[in-house]
């Protein structure tokens, strides 16, 4: 992933305005029992540490792409986690290794609606496969029993004279910011993607097309 499609993924869905880094880099990103993913963030500060990362993650892979001034996007793959099942986990951080976010998510797992794929069906624009709604719904039940219902807001948007609307889930806890929505990667295909984020940045969500 360059650096130009990491930015049209991050603009296309959820976005992260990164304020000026401050003491609290290194404040764990989920305290006591609210943790989710325990065996993969459990004790994780605001710090990247690719050591840790890689203990946590065994026989992934990780390939870091510099974008911006001073911008880098740790991109792991060949993870397996619970609920998302195969996943990329990007871990977007400054130079000096202080996180601004950390997204995880699995991508269309129809082989009609794969990026390879020939000949792509209008389909897989419009319509998502059950698949991922499953995964999405699993993961809304799994963060409520940790954060509760948290603030629902919808997304629409206009494709192939399709109106195409979905929710996205946001919670806020005092060292963490988390959103799980379904969105549309560069591709066309859908993807579920969660969106970990420190306290102390802006999050935005796209608000409904009018």
Request: charged share 25%; with cysteine.
């Amino acid at each position: 992933m360059n650096g130009n499609k990491l930015a049209t993924v991050i603009a296309f869905s959820c976005v992260f305005l990164c304020c000026p880094i401050d003491s609290g880099a290194q404040e764990y990103i989920f305290m006591g029992d609210k943790g989710i993913f325990p065996q993969l963030l459990g004790d994780l500060t605001w710090k990247y540490d690719e050591s840790t990362m890689r203990k946590r993650l065994p026989g992934s892979n990780v390939e870091d792409v510099k974008y911006g001034k001073d911008d880098v996007d740790s991109i792991y793959t060949g993870v397996v986690l619970p609920y998302f099942g195969d996943a990329i986990i990007d871990v977007v951080h400054k130079s000096n290794r202080v996180i601004q976010f950390i997204k995880i998510s699995t991508n269309e797992t129809r082989e009609q609606c794969l990026a390879e794929a020939k000949n792509m069906p209008i389909t897989c624009r419009n319509i998502y496969g059950k698949v991922l709604i499953e995964i999405r719904n699993d993961l809304l039940l799994y963060i409520q029993s940790k954060h509760g219902e948290g603030i629902v807001k919808s997304v629409c948007e206009d494709e192939n004279g399709f109106k195409i609307c979905e929710k996205s889930f946001m919670w806020s806890t005092k060292t963490a910011k988390l959103v799980l929505g379904m969105y549309k990667d560069d591709d066309g295909s859908w993807i579920v993607s969660l969106y970990i984020g420190r306290p102390s940045d802006f999050l935005r969500i796209p608000e409904p097309v009018k």
